[in-house]
């Protein structure tokens, strides 16, 4: 697909989404076509993030460090970007304090754990009843796994698996 090719796909899908309309999207289905397309798109997407980023940063002076606007359905909020972090040195002191007040369930979402962490703590945790040890019996026991729509993710070969690093360019490899 042309660069022309690929501004008028753009404006014809801004356009219909604008006016709450679904576009017409017709796309080829090679997925070296599809790739070439993508290839395209990442700097006009590059480019859409960092002007409604600009945008946003231009409108804090207005704003101040708490204000609002509203314009229609868009509303911009401006408050700090505040971040806590743990001091090292009242970690075991906070966490002691967590425990004697029953604060967990009230600090810790597991629905929102990170899923590394639920792991390694899973890797560990043994069934009173079965005797099972070990993630898959945690998983059993305690979560309730919903699996959802296959999703196909981007990302750099350096991050993709050693397996599929190792593999030869322009490989299209179809696995169910």
Known sequence: MNTEAV???????????????????ELDDDPAALDE???RLAPIAAAVRL?????????QPHLGNRGFARFGERVYRAAPDNKWKLRDETKAEFWEWVKAENAAQRLFN?????????REV??????GETGEVGWSAFEDYFLDVTVGEVAVKEMPANKAPKFIREWADRIVEKRD
């Open 7 to 25: 501004w008028k796909l753009v404006r014809e899908t801004a356009d219909a989404l604008e006016f709450d309309e679904a576009p017409v999207i």
């Open 37 to 39: 397309l993508r290839a």
């Open 51 to 59: 002007l409604q980023s600009k945008t946003l940063e231009a409108m």
């Open 110 to 118: 597991p629905n929102a754990a990170r899923i590394t962490g639920l």
């Open 122 to 127: 899973g890797d560990h945790w043994c069934n």
